[in-house]
């Protein structure tokens, strides 16, 4: 006769990784904040956009300049999850509001800048529902459904930092109807938060 407590243990220990395998990642950097750099491709409505970038993020501010053959010479984006400034080469600006407005206006595409940040560490974001996540052989997360977006991964890098490495996606790539954007991440510096 099979014992009642190894059944339950067993019950258990079942449920409890079942039940981590479904969870959603934490962010897996420091709130320090971090930098990238690399090369950025939009497609919107029918219309193709490249180039290159260079991102800073703390907390919830950003600083994003885009370069190259955008037919729009070098902009900075800045802002925060409330509001974008849009900014010629010369620092004058040329827009502001919430970010999709601001980019669709000035640009003529846009980003999800409030959820990109978490999607580039490799994560959903926390506090919106995610669906369909694909994880690799490896354990990492190689795609996922949130906001009406499909996110996926590829090419992750392991990345150094004062608290340990981590691995971090090379390769984004976020589409919906009528949009898609790539993101190929050539370099990833990590901020320690301040103690």
């Not at 902009?75 to 980019?103: C, F, K, N, W, Y």
Request: net charge negative.
């Amino acid at each position: 006769m099979v014992n009642v407590y190894k059944l339950l243990f067993l019950n258990t220990f079942f449920c409890l990784v079942l039940a981590g395998c479904v969870s959603v990642e934490k962010r897996p950097v420091s709130p320090g904040g971090f930098q990238l750099k690399g090369k950025l491709a939009v497609e919107e409505a029918g219309e193709r956009h490249s180039g290159n970038f260079l991102w800073h993020q703390q907390g919830d501010a950003f600083g994003i300049d885009v370069w190259g053959p955008l037919g729009q010479g070098r902009i900075h984006l800045i802002g925060d999850a409330r509001t974008l400034s849009l900014l010629d080469g010369e620092g004058a600006v040329v827009r502001q509001g919430p970010s999709e407005q601001v980019m669709l206006a000035a640009l003529g595409w846009s980003m999800p800048l409030d959820v990109l940040t978490d999607w580039v560490l490799g994560v959903p974001d926390p506090d919106l529902p995610v669906a369909g996540q694909v994880y690799g052989e490896d354990g990492r997360l190689q795609s996922f459904e949130q906001a009406g977006w499909a996110i996926e991964f590829a090419q992750y890098r392991l990345v150094e930092q004062v608290s340990g490495p981590r691995w971090l996606p090379r390769k984004v790539d976020v589409r919906r109807a009528g949009t898609r954007i790539r993101l190929i991440i050539a370099e990833w510096q990590i901020a320690e938060a301040s103690t």
